[in-house]
C-alpha cells in the first residue's frame, strides 16, 4: 500500500479509528523540565530582589524554550531542527505546520523577552505575569504529547471488511510502521515506511497522526 494512500484513509471522515496505545512518558533527555522553569519563575516573581521581573521573564522563556524542544523530540523533529539550526521562531512554525495548536501571542511576548536582552528594556510586572500564565496553558495544552503520546494506532477503512491497518510510530527514527491486518485471517501484508523528517509526507502523517491523538 502506497503512502499516498495511506494518508487518503487517515483523512478519510468515514475511517474508524479502533484503538490507540502508547507510551506512558516520552523520555526527555533534559536535566530541567519545562514545569521546573516556570515553578522557579513564580517564584522570582514574588521574591523581593531588584531583578526579580528579569528572572521571572527570563525563567519562563526557558520553561516555553524547552517544551518546544521536548515536542520536537516527542515528533522525532529535533535532530531537524537541530541540523538546521532553527531559532525559537523557526521551531515554533514546524510544530505549527506539524498541527500543534500554538497560539500567536507566545512569540508576541518572545518579542518582549528580546527588547529586554538586545535593548536592555525592563519588563513590568503584567507583562511578566502574561508572560508567565499564557506558557503554563502552553504547557498544559501540549503535555498531553509528551506524557500520553500514542506510538500505535489501529484504524478501519473499509466498511465492506473486517480489514483494518495498524500502524506502530517510533519517534526516535521518525518512522511509521504499517500493517495491513485482513479480517478473512489472509497474510499479513507488511508496509514498513520508513520516512526521514525531512520528507514532506513525513509531516503530513505525523499531522494526521498528532490530530487523532488528541480525541
Known amino acids: 500500500m502506497a503512502i499516498s ?9 468515514e475511517t474508524i479509528w479502533l484503538c490507540k496505545s502508547g507510551e506512558d512518558h516520552i523520555v526527555i533527555p533534559f536535566q530541567i523540565e519545562p514545569a521546573e522553569f516556570l515553578s522557579d519563575a513564580e517564584v522570582d516573581l514574588t521574591s523581593d530582589v531588584n531583578h526579580r521581573l528579569i528572572n521571572a521573564l527570563a525563567n519562563s522563556k526557558r ?3 524547552c517544551q518546544i524542544d521536548s515536542l520536537l523530540i ?4 529535533f535532530n531537524l531542527a537541530k541540523r538546521k539550526r532553527y531559532h525559537t521562531p523557526q521551531k515554533y512554525q514546524l510544530l505549527g505546520s506539524a498541527g500543534v495548536v500554538t497560539p500567536r501571542i507566545l ?4 518579542k518582549m523577552r528580546n527588547l529586554m536582552e538586545h535593548e536592555y ?7 511578566v505575569e502574561d ?3 499564557i506558557v503554563l496553558l502552553f504547557l498544559a495544552s501540549t503535555n498531553q504529547y509528551i506524557y500520553k503520546f500514542p ?3 489501529q484504524l478501519g477503512y473499509d466498511l465492506d471488511s473486517s480489514d483494518f491497518l495498524n500502524i506502530d510510530y517510533d519517534f526516535r527514527a521518525s518512522s511509521f510502521s504499517i500493517r495491513i491486518i485482513y479480517g478473512d485471517k489472509s497474510p499479513t501484508e507488511d508496509c514498513k515506511i520508513l520516512l526521514d523528517e525531512d520528507n514532506n509526507l513525513y509531516l503530513e502523517l505525523l499531522k494526521a497522526w498528532i490530530k487523532f491523538s488528541i480525541k
Open 63 to 65: 520553561a516555553f524554550n
Open 74 to 77: 516527542a515528533f522525532g523533529l
Open 131 to 133: 508572560f508567565i500564565d
Open 5 to 13: 494512500r495511506v494518508l487518503d484513509i487517515i483523512s478519510d471522515p
Open 107 to 110: 512569540l508576541k511576548l518572545n
Open 151 to 153: 506510538n500505535s494506532m
Open 121 to 127: 528594556i525592563k519588563p513590568n510586572q503584567e507583562q
